[in-house]
């Protein structure tokens, strides 16, 4: 059974509706083609190698980049490379000024033109850059779409765990609302983004994520009692309690720890790919962002780094229309996040990313160029958040409870799966809350092979006040 008949079940119909709030939806703004945003405006791809145009066809081609077919037997081949311009006129009149007068210059990156005409670049184009969508808003596939099949079990498979997921969060969400834990964050919406991605890599890709991306752990294999020992903080916690619930990360699944400030993973990602890349490793980086991180210095460095040192790193924004309460109005002007990739020369694509399927066949299609040309690729996926923010949040302050509504109710994708996965969610958590917590000295070990003055003081002054104060110190932490 491949996905296309899965997508036309009842359940994951819902789930693969895809009309973006608040991204205003026009037919010429989805593409069942999918289109990379290529790196130089001025180069087109073929063969594998950049070629410069021939200065005869500078009025004739410079609209648009032909397209080069990739070694990939998937939906690689049918990769373009698009550059959007400016309109015909401003680009006669260059060609005029060309014509006139042909001069230039061998300039650091490449040869540059000179022009008697000032023309500025401009600010925005007439056209928006497509979203690959393969689905339709029933949830068949569009007519001409392009896109890689899935075998029945990795189609069961990535169904149960958006099920699995979509479970969990609910009830760790309702778990913090009863005191029992004291944060979490949901990925409610966000589910297709991250179990497809999740199907679409390679076991030994590592994933650095920002902290909406536990799918990928799930699908990787990381427990449903380890997802509670961590929210939880337990003994059996392979953080050993230390870090904030939702900070998950493993060793074992190539998972880098969720770190609090936002966009931190984006430049160790490039250091990380350009490691791999020097130990000549068939494997890369994947570095996940949401749109308010891509309005933070690292991204800018991250990117640029990646692309100087050609590192093999996937950076996949979730542009969801929100940094918390910020809208993307009022992040940046620029055409979303996909055009920013071209200004550090890094091929880009925007995709659905309630589209199960585009998200699986754009980022195992992209992941196969990152590895096998030892580049980055910027994906940006339009999605919608659901949930809260976190439970510190409260998201009908800033958005309208009927558009929340919608999504939780008419878009909600497996509301009829749940029974089974719930009892399996709900007797981990009644075992995390009843498992001792990881003991206090846990604070002070794994850093140093011997405890430095200043931590052995530390850990006096903590014991005294605990002390002092011990109807203030939860009782089922060991001392």
């Known amino acids: 059974m491949s996905f296309y008949r899965l997508a036309r079940s009842r359940t994951i119909t819902c789930f693969l509706k895809t009309k973006i709030c608040p991204f205003e939806t026009h037919e010429r703004f989805i593409t ?40 990939s037997a998937r939906a690689g081949e049918q990769a373009e490379a698009v550059s959007y311009t400016d309109d015909d006129e401003d680009d006669n009149q260059e060609r ?7 001069q230039a210059i061998d300039f650091p990156g490449g040869r540059v033109t000179f022009t ?5 670049i401009s600010e925005s184009t007439d056209k928006r850059v497509p979203c690959y969508r393969v689905l339709d808003d029933d949830g068949y596939p569009i007519a001409g779409s392009r896109f890689e099949q899935v075998d029945k079990e990795t189609a069961v498979k990535m169904y149960k765990s958006m099920v699995t997921l979509q479970i969990m969060d609910h009830i760790f969400y309702e778990a913090q609302r009863q005191g029992r ?25 590592i994933i650095l994520p ?12 990381f427990t449903i009692e380890e997802f509670a020992n961590q929210c939880f903080g337990t003994k059996n916690d392979t953080g050993k309690g230390r870090q904030m619930p939702v900070h998950y990360g493993s060793k074992k699944h190539n998972f880098v720890t969720v770190s609090s400030p936002i966009a931190t993973q984006l430049p160790q990602a490039a250091g ?30 991250g ?37 920013k990739g071209q200004a550090y020369g890094i091929r880009s694509v925007r995709i659905d990313g309630n589209d199960t399927l585009a998200v699986y066949t754009a980022i195992r299609t992209a992941r196969d160029m990152v590895v096998r040309e030892q580049k980055p690729i910027l994906v940006e996926a339009l999605t919608y958040r659901v949930g809260h923010h976190s439970t510190s949040d409260d998201s009908t302050k800033y958005r309208p409870m009927n558009e929340i509504e919608h999504w939780k109710t008419a878009r909600n994708p497996l509301a009829d799966s749940e029974n089974g996965f719930r009892e399996t969610v709900m007797n981990a958590i009644q075992v995390a809350d009843k498992t001792e917590k990881s003991s206090l000295k846990e604070l002070f ?35």
């Open 445 to 479: 070990t794994d850093v140093y092979d011997r405890l430095p003055s200043n931590l052995q003081d530390q850990e006096k002054s903590l014991r005294e006040t605990i002390k002092r104060h011990g109807q203030d110190f939860p009782a089922d932490v060991p001392l």
């Open 32 to 71: 069942p083609n999918y289109s990379f945003f290529h790196a130089y405006s001025s180069y087109k791809t073929l063969a594998g190698n950049f070629i410069r145009r021939p200065q005869e066809s500078w009025g004739q081609t410079a609209n648009i980049l032909a397209f080069r077919r990739f070694e």
């Open 210 to 221: 920002q902290y909406r991306e536990p799918g990928i752990l799930l699908w990787r294999g």
């Open 303 to 339: 990117l640029n780094f990646a692309a100087v040192m050609e590192a093999p790193v996937l950076f996949i924004c979730r542009n969801n229309g929100w940094a918390i309460s910020t809208p993307i109005s009022d992040q940046f002007r620029s055409d979303g996040v996909v055009v």
């Open 181 to 205: 834990i004291s944060f979490y964050m949901t990925s409610m919406g966000e589910e297709a983004i991250n179990i497809a991605t999740a199907a679409a890599l390679s076991p030994d890709d």
């Open 116 to 120: 008697p005409q000032i023309k500025f």
């Open 96 to 102: 005029d000024a060309y014509n006139f007068n042909v």
């Open 272 to 301: 990380i790919a350009y490691s791999l890349k020097m130990d000549n490793k068939e494997a890369c980086a994947v570095a996940f962002t949401g749109d308010g991180g891509t309005s933070e210095g690292d991204f800018h460095a």
